[in-house]
């Protein structure tokens, strides 16, 4: 199997970081966002520890998640790593001249042995990979339809 692909995309919204940061920190509206993630249940106080059990979905697959939050910065970033798949998901503010630049980034040195166990059932850890790189420049440009609303 290969290394992970980058996934990642960065998305300028015309919105204030505080404006921009009342969405994002809002981790039970991800399904409405991005194009995999179908349910999102926030366990305990929004915040570092905070655990996201998700449901995932692609084509006829659906599985269950369990992330915790491993960084919270009010009006720069957030940061969540899934247990299955080893992953952590970071979404990074940056004010500009004209509003926040948002940075949407996956990290993940290596695939897990739970990963390597769903890629046959995924498609292939590429093809999955690219679509990820797909929706998370998916999930910014939604998140920028409703904060610039």
């Given at each position: 199997m290969t290394a992970p692909l980058n996934v990642g995309a960065t998305v300028e919204m015309n919105a204030t970081p505080e404006a921009v940061?009342?969405?994002?920190?809002?981790?039970g509206r991800m399904p409405e966002f991005s194009p995999e993630l179908r349910r999102a249940y926030v366990l305990g106080r929004p915040g570092p520890g905070a655990t996201i059990v998700g449901i995932n979905r692609r084509k006829?697959?659906?599985?269950?998640?369990?992330s915790k939050v491993v960084r919270w910065e009010p009006n720069q970033a957030v940061a969540?790593?899934?247990r299955e798949s080893g992953a952590t998901w970071v979404y990074e503010l940056t004010p500009t001249a004209n509003g926040t630049a948002v940075t949407g980034r996956r990290v993940l040195p290596a695939y897990?042995?739970?990963?390597?166990?769903?890629v046959p059932f995924l498609g292939g850890a590429t093809g999955h990979d690219e679509e990820l790189n797909a929706g998370i420049a998916a999930t910014l440009t939604r998140i920028k339809a409703v904060v610039e609303a």
């Open positions: 940061w009342a969405v994002l920190s809002d981790l006829a697959v659906a599985w269950p998640t369990t969540w790593r899934t897990t042995l739970g990963s390597r166990l769903m």
